[in-house]
């Protein structure tokens, strides 16, 4: 199973090619995180929110709603109790303080689903320990 992080989701999205490909070749499930879903959604709501017109504010309800399609395409990984304990672990974990709580909470619903997170953020998350890694897009 791959995990698409939040950044690798936006390239597939935008028609990145290398991650268009690598998807479509994928030999498991690729999926997402609901931290990924979170961060996708919070940031078109904000987007129509913030729309300074009524221009503004329709396109920012259509790329609302073109996202909510594309990320039902998705099988979505919730934090279960197997998530939650990784959590705990990996913030026990000095080396690691650097790294947000968001994408600590993707690397442990990773870990916990015994996947492969796709990711740029490669400096970081080579940091969580157990954590297999893959940088489709560079």
């Known amino acids: 199973m791959f995990v698409l992080d939040t950044d690798t989701l936006t390239h597939l999205l935008l028609g990145h090619k290398r991650v268009t490909e690598k998807t479509a070749q ?9 931290i990924t879903r979170f961060e996708v959604l919070q940031g078109r709501f ?4 913030k729309a300074e ?12 709603a073109e996202n909510e399609t594309d990320l039902e395409k998705f ?5 279960d109790p197997a998530a939650a304990t990784q959590f705990d672990q990996l913030r026990q974990n000095k080396k690691i303080k650097k790294i947000g709580r ?8 990773t870990l916990a689903n015994r996947a492969t997170l ?11 320990p157990g954590l297999r890694i893959e940088n489709w897009a560079d």
């Open 26 to 34: 994928a030999t498991a499930e690729v999926v997402l995180t609901v």
């Open 118 to 128: 796709v990711t740029r953020n490669e400096k970081d998350f080579s940091n969580v």
């Open 75 to 79: 099988i979505i990984l919730t934090v």
């Open 46 to 49: 904000a987007s129509v929110l």
């Open 102 to 109: 968001r994408d600590l909470l993707i690397a442990a619903i």
């Open 53 to 64: 017109d009524g221009e503004k504010l329709m396109l920012a309800q259509r790329r609302l």
